[in-house]
């Protein structure tokens, strides 16, 4: 009961608070203070990203005329960082159960991890550890166990926390940078048989390594799972992936035991070094084959510059499979052309722009949800408040069009005629993408959290 309480108490502090219309409301939210501060100076404009509030001179884009930091309301603990402990978008991102399932999970996990580290203890005793004399023995080999599988943890929440909102838009590409992390593990791992008086050291890197790499896969495996999905059956999708899986790891410890003994046999147990080196270079190109065979449906960045691309060069646009056969698994989406840094802030779009360039982009871009600002061949995209992935792919097609005329730094003159053309060529590409078995709607793309805030 007493836990349920508590439960209770921190669930209704961690919901979001509402903030009423009237004036009797007792502290206006982030967005309300922002329209008040732009209606009472017409000079300025104001972004918002998440709790941060910054306010810009439109004549000196490079000058802050303010910065606040929204402060949170509630116990000052653990549970104070939402940010980390809940989704990006919460909670419209999620179902209305969510947070009390988290809240009973996590002591359920918790007592887990206490059960699974006793377990440990007992089982180096019974392979040795056991006797009176070896006691102290046995309990520095647990913890030092346990001490590796805490740096681990570690890892697995770095990862949550600060990268949760990356794998929905490049799962492939972030599988396969999970790959090099658990492969940088496995080596810190396997070096302990050469230095085992650094066993705490290299085997605890090892497992923060190993962890960093899980903490990717993991998501990225859910997303390829709902993926396969199309009857809405990710229950038998993943667990039919238990059976590839177990069939997989049980051959392995077959082919395992045999590989071991032939090593065991040449009495040189350094060449477990070179074996390994060998099969985990075998599994990670199988890897990678295995995702590049994959041809996902949602629209992210590169996908839309790919069809942006022969769009532009009067091409038909790619269907799902020739798509994802172009798309290049291991670039990042900010490095493929036409290159964009979606969800800038006005100081980093408008750094290295004349005092003027803001004011000038205010009015060219009225009817749009963004500013897009394009130097030395790249774009910067300042995302305005309620922009649809929609707008994000006008944005990408149009700096599509001046990437194609070979445009270096645009003028306002070269923005407009990139405008002009947007206007008059985006609805083809819309049509063509629809027949081609694309969404733009309901694209993907990682844009952050900054936006600019309209004047009211």
Known sequence: MLLSKQLGNTATWLQPK????SPQSRRPSVTARAVQELQRRKDTVTEVAGRQLKTYRIDAPSEVVSSQQESDEGPKSLFALPALFLPRGYPESVTP?????????????????LSISLVTSSLLKAVGLGSSATGAAAAGAAIKWITKDGAGSIGRLVVGGRLRGVFDEDPKRWRMIAEGFATTGL??????????????????LGNLTKAVGKGMSKPCFRIIQTHFARQNNVGSIAATEEVWEVAAQLLGLILSIGVLKGIQATEVPQNVLWVWALAQTGHVTLRYKSLSSLQLAVVNQKRA???????????????????????????????FEPAVQLGCTVEEAFREQPSYALADHLRLFGQEQYLLVWQQGK????LKQGAQPRDEIRALWQAGWLWNQAVKSASKEQLSSSLAALQQSFADFEQQATAAGWNINSACICSGESRLLAKS
Do not use: M
């Open 379 to 382: 774009g910067r995209l300042v």
């Open 187 to 204: 080596a810190l791992s396997i070096a302990t048989e050469l230095v085992p008086g650094q066993f705490v050291l290299l085997a605890g």
């Open 18 to 21: 509402k903030v009423s219309a």
């Open 97 to 113: 159960d969510y947070l009390d399932y988290q809240l009973w999970a996590f002591p359920s996990h918790v007592l887990g991890w």
């Open 305 to 335: 510059c790919l069809l942006i691309r022969s769009h532009l060069r009067g091409l038909p646009l790619p269907g799902r499979q020739e798509c994802n056969a172009q798309e290049p698994l291991l670039q990042s989406a900010a490095t």
